[in-house]
């Protein structure tokens, strides 16, 4: 038996990602999933057969809920098209996983303008060339 190659997981988890980006983006149909989602990484076992999918919803907490809620009806469904589509002998389970660090780093970015245009109180005031 030849040796297992150690990066497939991660070539099975961006064939994944691939997958269930394009599905919310076009076929998504539950009404729950009405926030902006985006598919920002997948984590595959190294058997494959369990993908935790990590998504950022832009939306305010209800929203967000909701649509998480929605894309976990739908993990049923994209176990079976992802396993098709990318012919795997077994299909991952699929978790879908609150992926936090895009709104957090949206908010340091927020911060670290504040602290800029409170350290340069000049800067916004126009110039005497």
């Keep these: 038996m ?3 190659d150690p990066r497939r997981p991660d070539r099975v988890g961006e064939a994944v ?3 269930v980006a394009a599905f919310i983006a076009r076929d998504a149909k539950d009404p729950r999933i009405t926030a902006l989602v985006t ?11 369990h993908a935790s999918i990590y998504v950022s ?3 305010d907490e209800a929203a967000r809920a909701s649509t998480l809620e929605g894309l976990a009806s739908t993990a049923s469904h ?21 992926d936090e ?29």
């Design 78 to 98: 994209l176990r079976s098209r992802v396993g098709r589509a990318l012919r795997l002998q077994f299909a991952p389970e699929i978790s879908f996983k609150l």
């Design 57 to 59: 919803i832009m939306g």
């Design 17 to 19: 990602r691939e997958e």
């Design 2 to 4: 030849p040796p297992r």
């Design 39 to 49: 598919v920002t990484a997948v984590e595959m076992t190294r058997d494959l057969r």
């Design 101 to 129: 660090s895009v709104a957090r780093a949206a908010r340091i970015e927020t911060l670290l303008a504040e602290i800029r245009r409170a350290e340069s109180p000049n800067a916004d005031a126009p110039s005497d060339d």
